[in-house]
């Protein structure tokens, strides 16, 4: 099926009136592809379909973020601490 095709039966028809090969695996659409470094391509993919089911929400996700930035931050200043002590 070409292209043109393609999109003209998603057009018209209802999600659940596609036939399953053509429907979207995405809840959210549209959708976009990205470059990211390899890796992190497996995580970030795992992240976006947990966003995608609702299984992780992006407040949990923010959480997440600053929490392990937090951590990271006192690994950092501690290091730094133990360097100067040098």
Do not use: C, G
């Amino acid at each position: 099926m070409k292209k043109e095709e393609y999109l003209q039966v998603l057009k018209n028809k209802p999600v659940e009136q596609i036939p399953e090969r053509f429907r979207p695996r995405w809840k959210h659409t549209p959708t976009k592809a990205i470059r990211v470094p390899d890796e992190f391509a497996d995580q970030l993919l795992d992240i976006a379909r947990r966003l995608d089911s609702q299984t992780l929400s992006p407040e949990m996700l923010e959480e997440a973020i600053a929490a392990k930035m937090a951590e990271t931050k006192k690994a950092v200043m501690a290091e730094v601490k133990r360097l100067n002590a040098l």
